[in-house]
RNA sequence: GGGCGAUUAGCUCAGUUGGCUAGAGCACCUCGUUUACACCGAGGGGGUCGUAGGUUCGACUCCUACAUCGCCCACCA
């Protein structure tokens, strides 16, 4: 007999069971040739980041795949780590640097980074206990930092070996630019906003031509018109000059097919300077570019009484002067699309600048005998299956994004990041690449070295997440045995951002895949299916405080029931109360079971052979045995939400609502109880691992629940038979229950009961205590067959007949209209029934066991009838 | 412009290679202090499965269009 509250009280618990567990080290595997490995690295949070919902589902979701298969037995490792998020940081530290009146520039880089530094070390551990407040059983003592001194090396190790292959180069292009970040962004680092916005109609010389941005008008070189468009024909690759608010230039006319002669006049201007598709165009023709905004987003020098204007300052002085001088035709109103930062929500400047790229398209691994390029082998690996991604759906988004994708640029002009490893010689202008920084030059020996000042892009880190943070650049034991990892589980919102880059950078950098399968999980999202965002606090639900209120086991349920990989789920608070109702469910069931158990039977190993008694036993156990194999399966194949609703159902709707009752009775067995609770905590410890482990204590284990085996399905324990019997007695338990409550009988009343059970009568005999308790007989007769019974309420199947002879109170209007209902109901069944039945095609088609199925449900459909017929004859 | 997803009860969603008269939770209605749990129990109402065609003996499930909503990608100035 144990004592146990009431009702479950997280908070009481998970702190200190969490402290259990990683002080038993059972996060922590060791490496085991004996054992198979299963590898999760955990996508770095970023290490100024709080935890949101996004961090709550992908921390639920690894926990339960890295707690199942430590159950399995597998070396389980899920390495955990944060991320240095180079621009996102460096802004935040800024922003709070501005409400000082200070500027990065005012401290300088070396007393600007040690700032950031600071602010990094305490933000990082509020993320870090918030992981664990969300019970992940994640290694800390593997834990890694994208700045950390192995990872840095990792980073320049690459860098070089990338220089040396040639894949890395230094090059002028045209870039994104933030001008508020100063500093470049990749392609997909850009995002684009609908703006209400105006479309100026230029009289160009010989031309007219529409443009969104006159003001690049005073970088214009050139002029591209479609090369079949007939209007231009006669002008293709002549000179022009055109007259201007600076006094006239010079373009030339080229043809191109990138313009649409539909669209405005067919005619292009052409900023090569400041537009990604001009360009384009210039190189393609030859043109030179003419650089006129600078980084500030501002006018350059060479922009006479506009320099150091703004961009859109500048706009609307030279509309004003154009349409002073007659050089605007009209002026339209237009929707379009803006390129602005993805961090800040800055209006992107393209401009031309040096930069560092990787080349994507130069074949430089090495494969089967063939060179490839990275580009390829991203896209082969994927495409051969070594690479699945889950949903399948996604792998056609991958391979349109890799085939299309250009040189990545990876610097950025920030401070807070891995600077690049190039040294620069004062004196003879050499450049030096290496892994470690040198003392003086290799060419002339001089000691005046400076390094570039640029940093690398976030995701050039990231990108060697899965082998940096095994120790790689040094061939360590856990590199070899724990890469590839098994899954990479994240967000399909950075399937581009982090896992094509990580595909990239492994197969080119050590000749491996990084991962085996992505699983990708969808957004969570408000009720309405709003996207939270911080800007509207309203809309945001806080994991941290939805821990506090309903426990972590129940957030955990509630993120992963009803989720589907790739698509988006839906939370609100009422559901994760609803959660937090099942884990107290399962509390109180186990606190009957305790309640009911003495020591012996907690110490005793189950024996099936004795400790399963009766039919009720056998029904449990059978359907426990299914559990743990629909369980299994779905956890293998990633449907955790589906394993999870059938422990669910299992455990509310069998166990509770029919073996527990059934073991007030005259059946209670503490052995079976003890053993159909402990498999089901087993199976439930990957999604609930908080309760379960906390229940676990009273079972007098060893071991704890973390590190138990997980159930193996046993066919020896399956008792069809007993089950079919069983479901016999719910459904006459149930039948009674219905009737009952139609005819208004209290609940406390007593009734009498006349069942006439054929060849059933010996089980329901047998059955009698539990028959009577649960749908409250007072008197019960059981014959095998007899006389219908008068005034009595009549439930009639195949199997059974049951007359409750309730006499004055049944309303026998009330009892009539029961039976015609019924009637109808059976009857629209028969036809559908026997009209499939008739059907040679469907006699002829369908499997003989659907045929046979069919066959026997027209037959009791038909019996039902007969009987319900013949009573309803009375009336 | 291209691609993807969603559309099932008032709400949120299941429905696994086509085969019970379509299920669950929440909400709603009726009843309830029976040996864990009112964070509970018993019972109940509620759906022409977005629309229109097609394939099939049989379609919520497969195919084709369309509609609505949402997401992603793209250099239309």
């Given at each position: ?288 570019s003419k650089s006129v905004i600078d980084e500030e987003g501002k006018m350059k020098d ?93 792998n056609k988004t991958y391979f349109n994004w890799m085939e299309n994708l250009h040189d ?276 439930l410890h990957p999604f609930i691992p908080f309760v379960t482990e906390v229940l676990w ?179």
């Amino acid at each position: 007999m144990k004592e146990i509250e009431k009702a479950y009280e997280a908070k009481q618990f998970e702190d200190s069971i969490y402290k259990q567990w990683e002080e038993s080290g059972a996060f922590t595997p060791k490496v085991d040739q004996d054992k198979p490995s299963f590898t999760i690295s955990m996508p770095p949070p970023n290490a100024t980041g709080t935890l949101h919902l996004g961090h709550a589902s992908m921390l639920a979701i690894q926990d339960i795949m890295i707690r199942y298969k430590r159950m399995q037995g597998y070396s389980a490792l899920w390495l955990p780590g944060t991320d240095h998020a180079g621009i996102a940081t460096q802004n935040r530290v800024e922003k709070n640097l501005a409400e000082e009146g200070k500027s990065r520039h005012d401290l300088g880089r070396k007393d600007f980074l040690k700032e950031v530094d600071k602010f990094v070390d305490t933000s990082r551990n509020t993320i870090k206990s918030q992981i664990r407040k969300m019970g992940s059983s994640c290694d800390w003592t593997r834990e890694r930092f994208t700045l950390d001194e192995g990872l840095s090396k990792a980073v320049r190790t690459m860098f070089t070996k990338m220089y040396k292959d040639g894949l890395i180069y230094k090059g002028d292009r045209i870039v994104n630019w933030c001008p508020r970040c100063s500093s470049t962004l990749a392609d997909d680092e850009v995002e684009y906003k609908e703006v209400k916005d105006k479309l100026y109609w230029l009289k160009y010389g010989p031309f007219t031509l529409a443009t969104t941005r006159p003001e690049t008008k005073l970088g214009d070189t050139a002029v591209a018109v479609h090369p079949d468009d007939a209007r231009y024909k006669e002008m293709i690759g002549k000179k022009y000059m055109i007259p201007g608010v600076l006094g006239d230039f010079e373009i030339t006319v080229v043809a191109d097919k990138e313009v649409d002669p539909e669209f405005g006049s067919g005619a292009v201007k052409v900023t090569p300077a400041h537009s990604f598709t001009d360009f384009e165009i210039a190189k393609r023709h030859g043109i030179k570019s003419k650089s006129v905004i600078d980084e500030e987003g501002k006018m350059k020098d060479n922009c006479g009484k506009y320099a150091g204007m703004t961009t859109t300052e500048c706009r609307k002085e030279i509309v004003k002067d154009m349409e002073k001088m007659g050089l605007m035709e009209k002026i339209e109103d237009y929707d379009h699309k803006l390129s602005i930062c993805y961090r800040c929500k800055t209006t992107i400047e393209p401009l031309i600048s040096k930069q560092w790229f990787v080349a994507v398209d130069k074949p430089v691994i090495e494969h089967e005998g063939k060179m490839k390029t990275i580009k390829e082998r991203s896209i082969e690996v994927v495409r051969n299956g070594e690479i699945e991604i889950i949903p399948e759906r996604f792998n056609k988004t991958y391979f349109n994004w890799m085939e299309n994708l250009h040189d990545w640029c990876i610097s950025r002009q920030i401070w807070y990041g891995h600077q690049i490893p190039v040294w620069y010689c004062s004196d003879c202008d050499e450049e030096i690449v290496a892994e470690d920084a040198p003392s003086k030059c290799t060419k002339c020996d001089s000691k005046n070295l400076k390094q570039d000042p640029d940093t690398l892009d976030t995701w050039f880190s990231s990108g060697l997440w899965t082998f940096s943070t095994l120790g790689w650049p040094e061939e360590t034991e856990d590199l070899k045995y724990f890469h590839p990892t098994s899954v990479l589980e994240t967000g399909y919102d950075i399937l581009f951002f982090w896992i094509a880059r990580m595909i990239v950078m492994t197969t080119y950098g050590i000749n491996q895949i990084p991962f085996e399968k992505v699983y990708l999980h969808g957004l969570i999202r408000t009720r309405d299916g709003q996207k939270m965002s911080k800007s509207k606090p309203e809309t945001c639900i806080d994991p941290l405080d939805m821990i506090k209120q309903y426990g972590t086991d129940a957030l955990r349920l509630s993120m992963v029931i009803g989720a589907t990989p790739g698509n988006d789920l839906r939370l609100y608070e009422e559901k994760i109360a609803g959660y937090r109702n099942f884990v107290n469910k399962i509390w109180n069931a186990s606190r009957f079971s305790l309640m009911n158990v003495e020591d012996e039977h907690l110490e005793t190993e189950f024996d099936p052979k004795k400790h399963i008694v009766s039919k009720a036993d056998k029904w449990i156990i059978t359907k426990l045995q299914y559990l743990i194999k629909d369980t299994t399966e779905n956890m293998e194949k990633f449907h955790f939400s589906e394993a999870g609703t059938k422990i669910y159902n299992f455990t509310w709707g069998e166990l509770c609502d029919w073996y527990v009752e059934l073991s007030k009775g005259e059946h209670l067995n503490p052995h079976v109880l003890v053993y159909v609770l402990k498999n089901l905590l087993k199976l439930l410890h990957p999604f609930i691992p908080f309760v379960t482990e906390v229940l676990w204590k009273n079972f007098k284990e060893d071991k704890m629940l973390i590190e138990a085996d997980w159930p193996e399905f046993d066919k020896e324990l399956l008792f069809n038979t007993e089950v079919e019997e069983m479901e016999l007695l719910h459904q006459i338990i149930s039948d009674i229950r219905s009737a009952r409550a139609e005819h208004a009988v209290e609940p406390v009343k007593q009734v009498h009961a006349v069942i006439y059970a054929g060849k059933h009568k010996d089980f329901l005999e047998e059955k009698r205590e539990p028959l009577m308790r649960m749908a409250r007989i007072g008197e019960l007769e059981i014959f095998e067959k007899g006389e219908k019974l008068d005034r009595a309420i009549a439930l009639l199947t195949p199997h059974y007949e049951v007359y409750l002879p309730l006499h004055e109170l049944i309303d026998p209007d009330k009892e009539k209209k029961r039976l015609e209902k019924e009637l109808d109901n059976l009857k629209g069944f028969e036809k559908t029934l026997s009209g499939k039945l008739s059907n040679d095609g469907f006699l002829n088609s369908a499997p003989p066991e659907v045929v046979d199925k069919e066959k026997r449900r027209l037959k009791e459909t038909q019996e039902s009838l007969k009987k319900i017929e013949g009573e309803l004859a009375h009336f």
